[in-house]
T-cell receptor, first 112, second 109 residues
Framework: GAGVSQSPSNKVTEKGKDVELRCDPI?????LYWYRQSLGQGLEFLIY????????KSGLPSDRFSAERTGGSVSTLTIQRTQQEDSAVYLC??????????FGPGTRLLVL | QKEVEQDPGPLSVPEGAIVSLNCTYS??????FMWYRQYSRKGPELLMY????GNKEDGRFTAQVDKSSKYISLFIRDSQPSDSATYLC?????????FGAGTRLTVKP
């Protein structure tokens, strides 16, 4: 079956521009997670959705970061006024009634 | 002290060796334990998922959890060059998931 998909796979942008990253979870998975992974670093939790609501936004690093989920399915992570330190791989994961999370391939963001 | 400690390696072994990867943790509330494999420029892939203490075997992979010592291990038997990847441990109390930093493994032919 189809796994978690993310788009774009790569994104190069200029400092100060806004970017939108998309995640399409596994069908039927109610929980959706966003993480950030910097080169050689572990996974940094950003935000968690249960259905369309986000009970845990504690990981968002600044108010430039926001995320939404519509229809209990697709989620978009938006980074406004991008900075060079935002360069990283942004990973999305989904799960359904289990702590095990299933990850997408990630979006590689490079801010010049 | 981090909640989850994992030696980042790198770890290099010859083909056919037994590999042992380990994590320690501090939160005794963790009940669910996972190992993920992440190939270069790919997302993490769930390898093993166990609940509470004990062993779980899947082919060449064995996951071991010792809750009394707060220590988990992943053993890879007859390691292959295709096992070369970064291995991340993860653990959860159902509500919160915590990941190790990952151990980079290279299996040399």
């Amino acid at each position: 079956g189809a796994g978690v998909s993310q788009s774009p796979s790569n994104k190069v942008t200029e400092k100060g521009k806004d970017v939108e990253l998309r995640c399409d979870p596994i069908s039927g998975h109610t929980a959706l997670y966003w993480y950030r992974q910097s080169l050689g670093q572990g996974l940094e939790f950003l935000i968690y959705f249960q259905g369309n609501s986000a009970p845990d936004k504690s990981g968002l690093p600044s108010d430039r970061f926001s995320a939404e989920r519509t229809g209990g399915s697709v989620s978009t992570l938006t980074i406004q006024r991008t900075q060079q330190e935002d360069s990283a791989v942004y990973l999305c994961a989904s799960s359904s009634g289990s702590p095990a999370q299933y990850f997408g391939p990630g979006t590689r963001l490079l801010v010049l | 002290q981090k909640e989850v400690e994992q030696d980042p390696g790198p770890l290099s072994v010859p083909e056919g060796a037994i590999v042992s990867l380990n994590c320690t943790y501090s939160n005794s509330a963790f009940q669910y334990f996972m190992w993920y494999r992440q190939y270069s420029r790919k997302g993490p892939e769930l390898l093993m998922y166990t609940y509470s203490s004990g062993n779980k075997e899947d082919g060449r992979f064995t996951a071991q959890v010792d809750k009394s010592s707060k220590y988990i291990s992943l053993f890879i038997r007859d390691s292959q060059p295709s096992d070369s990847a970064t291995y991340l441990c993860a653990m959860s109390d159902y509500n919160d998931m915590r990941f190790g930093a990952g151990t980079r493994l290279t299996v040399k032919p």
